[in-house]
């Protein structure tokens, strides 16, 4: 099992900037990677930023230039730096972390989400 605690969420205004943070703990070997997500209202969830094991990041289209994904290893935490926000930026950020078994199966893992509001 994988916990995931976040924090850094709450009410900016636009051009404004906010920085997640999600500590895992638990049987935190072998995480293949890391991410966040987030679901607004009436939407699906997304991925937002995912980073792996090696260190290789990829993002949403929608945050390109404006968010950044990174980790420190030592603290088993993973940070989202959001940048020039925007109210459509507004949503239940969550924390994910992925493992693939032996198998071949993947399990994922969940934080309890953050608000992020954005106002104009």
């Known amino acids: 099992q994988v916990q995931l605690v976040e924090s850094g969420g709450g009410l900016v205004q636009a051009g404004g900037s906010l920085r997640l943070s999600c500590a895992a703990s638990?049987?935190?070997?072998?995480?293949?990677?890391m991410g966040w997500y987030r679901q607004a209202p009436g939407k699906q969830r997304e991925l937002v930023a995912a980073?792996?094991?090696?260190?290789?990041?990829n993002y949403a289209d929608s945050v390109k230039g404006r968010f950044t994904i990174s980790r420190d290893n030592a603290k088993n935490t993973v940070y989202l730096q959001m940048n020039s926000l925007k109210p459509e930026d507004t949503a239940v950020y969550y924390c994910?972390?992925?493992?693939?078994?032996?198998?071949?199966?993947?399990?994922?893992?969940w934080g309890q989400g953050t608000q992020v509001t954005v106002s104009s």
């Open positions: 994910n972390a992925f493992k693939v078994a032996a198998t071949g199966s993947g399990y994922d893992y």
């Open positions: 638990g049987s935190i070997f072998s995480i293949n990677a």
């Open positions: 980073i792996t094991s090696g260190g290789s990041t």
